[in-house]
Structures are given as structure tokens and as C-alpha cells.
T-cell receptor, first 112, second 111 residues
């Protein structure tokens, strides 16, 4: 258990509103990730971070931005939410360079 | 994205039987593979991993087999228990620390 906490766990919002999801970890892991999970697609990488202020895009980054101002926090922002961003979002961290990912419990976002 | 897929979306097994979950991957350069288990309402949990220089790795009741020739990965669960009911994902590391995940196989254990 890497002590990963996601907030909020559930959110319903309207199209066009900004949304920020927070991931907090207590294990001092260097790498952090945001994935989305949708039926038929499995887990898809949105953005990831390899250190404070160091982030990069994943395969489905359009419409999302991230920030990492502290090792323990990784924020995912939807500047203007769309219905296609209705999904379950998972934060993950990994231990050094082992590749083993530890996941949070997920944040279910519904965009009406 | 990369084609990391599973042959069967659902699998039902009798309690006590062995389970085999399969996964195909398309990138021959992938060097590291992981199997995850995801229970309903929870995040995926690491089960077992294998590096591309290995063919087989065993854990507690689980074995992962890697066939690089046909780009195939399998997860074997021995003496399947009701607590094994979950969705299982394979993931391949294509580059750096980026993983591609399969769509998942739902395993149901029949008591």
C-alpha cells in the first residue's frame, strides 16, 4: 500500500465547468501518473510526472493539464469538462524505477 | 495506442480449478510486463511481473508465462478461490515508465 489518496472520490459536474482531481501520496515515490478507465479501453495514460515540476503527456492528454508542485501531490485539471471526459480516473505512483505501479482507489467523474 | 489485448473478456471457473488468463501484445520492444487484479470499486493491484529476459515467473499460487516469439503473456492461478474473482489486466512497458494496459478479463469463480 503506497498510501495514495484521491479526492474527490465522486463528482458530478456540468459541461464547460473546470474540475480538479487531486492525488496525494505518502511514500515519496518519484513517478506519478493519471489514468482514465473506460469500458472497452482499459486504463489509458493521460499525463505523468517524473519529479516536481516535471510532467509529460500520455496517450490521451487532450483536454487535460497537470501540475506537481510538491513530491506528494499531483493534480489533474479539466479546464472545461466535456461529456467525453466522464470516466473513472486513477492516480498511480511507482517505486523508484521498478515499474511496479501502485494505484489509488479512483475518482468517478460524471460530466452532464 | 499499442495493441495490448486479452483473448477472452470473461472467464468462469469452478472453485479449486486452475485459471488461465491470456494476453497478446504487439510491441516486440516491450521489456517488462505486469499482471494486475482489480476488484469492484477499487484500483488495480499488482499481482506479478516478468521481464523480457525471462520465460516464466512464479509467485504464490500464480505463475506468469511469457512467449516472446508469439508475443503472448498468460497468468495462471492455481486452486482458484472465490476471492480471486476480479478483473485481470496485463500491462506492457513500451518505453521509459509508460505502460499500456489491456482491456481486462473478468474472472468469476463458481463456488
Amino acid at each position: 500500500d503506497a498510501g495514495i489518496t484521491q479526492s474527490p472520490r465522486h463528482k458530478v459536474t456540468e459541461t464547460g465547468t473546470p474540475v480538479t482531481l487531486r492525488c496525494h501520496q505518502t511514500e515519496n515515490h518519484r513517478y506519478m501518473y493519471w489514468y482514465r478507465q473506460d469500458p472497452g479501453h482499459g486504463l489509458r495514460l493521460i499525463h505523468y510526472s517524473y519529479g516536481v515540476k516535471d510532467t509529460d503527456k500520455g496517450e490521451v492528454s487532450d483536454g487535460y493539464s497537470v501540475s506537481r508542485s510538491k513530491t506528494e501531490d499531483f493534480l489533474l485539471t479539466l479546464e472545461s469538462a466535456t461529456s467525453s471526459q466522464t470516466s473513472v480516473y486513477f492516480c498511480a505512483t511507482d517505486r523508484a524505477d521498478t515499474g511496479e505501479l501502485f494505484f489509488g482507489e479512483g475518482s468517478r467523474l460524471t460530466v452532464l | 495506442g499499442e495493441n495490448v489485448g486479452l483473448h477472452l473478456p470473461t472467464l468462469s471457473v469452478q472453485e479449486g480449478d486452475n485459471s488461465i488468463i491470456n494476453c497478446a501484445y504487439s510491441n516486440s520492444a516491450s521489456d517488462y510486463f505486469i499482471w494486475y487484479k482489480q476488484e469492484s470499486g477499487k484500483g488495480p493491484q499488482f499481482i506479478i511481473d516478468i521481464r523480457s529476459n525471462m520465460d516464466k515467473r512464479q509467485g504464490q499460487r500464480v505463475t506468469v508465462l511469457l512467449n516472446k516469439t508469439v508475443k503472448h503473456l498468460s497468468l495462471q492461478i492455481a486452486a482458484t478461490q472465490p476471492g480471486d474473482s476480479a478483473v485481470y489486466f496485463c500491462a506492457e512497458r513500451v518505453t521509459g515508465n509508460q505502460f499500456y494496459f489491456g482491456t481486462g478479463t473478468s474472472l468469476t469463480v463458481i463456488p
